[in-house]
């Protein structure tokens, strides 16, 4: 069978003690327009949170590009992620990015992570 390329539940950050636990003792990967916190699960695969802030990004609109776009970066990048749990936090920065630029960073910040949480 292939690899699923999918974002279902059991990938997502549900509970506000799923993103607690995250946040509680953060291996880091950060740029000025976007942080990512990660810690071990004791699961089979990584799952994503996601922190759109209004005051970050004003416009409802602008806050779900992000969303959409980090999402399907996660989406595409999931299987070679270890078993962590991760909380994407968006910072005002973000909204000047084009979705291809945000994809590269998040690119970069997905490895960085990985490497982090692996070493």
């Known amino acids: 069978m292939p690899t699923q390329h999918t974002f279902s539940r059991e ?3 549900l509970t506000p003690e799923h993103f607690k636990r995250v946040f509680a003792e953060p291996v880091r ?24 802030p209004k005051k970050a990004l004003k416009r409802a609109v602008w806050r779900n590009r992000v969303k959409r776009v980090v999402r399907e970066s996660f989406r595409l990048k999931q299987h070679q992620l270890p078993a962590i749990d991760i909380v994407v936090i968006a910072k005002a920065g973000v909204k000047e990015m084009d979705n291809e630029e945000l994809f590269k960073l998040l690119e970069k910040l ?3 992570l990985s490497r982090r949480c692996n070493g």
């Open 11 to 13: 990938l997502r950050l």
């Open 110 to 112: 997905w490895r960085t």
């Open 29 to 52: 990967a950060a740029s000025p327009q976007i942080t990512l916190l990660a810690c071990p699960n004791s699961l089979e695969h990584s799952r994503l949170g996601l922190a759109v």
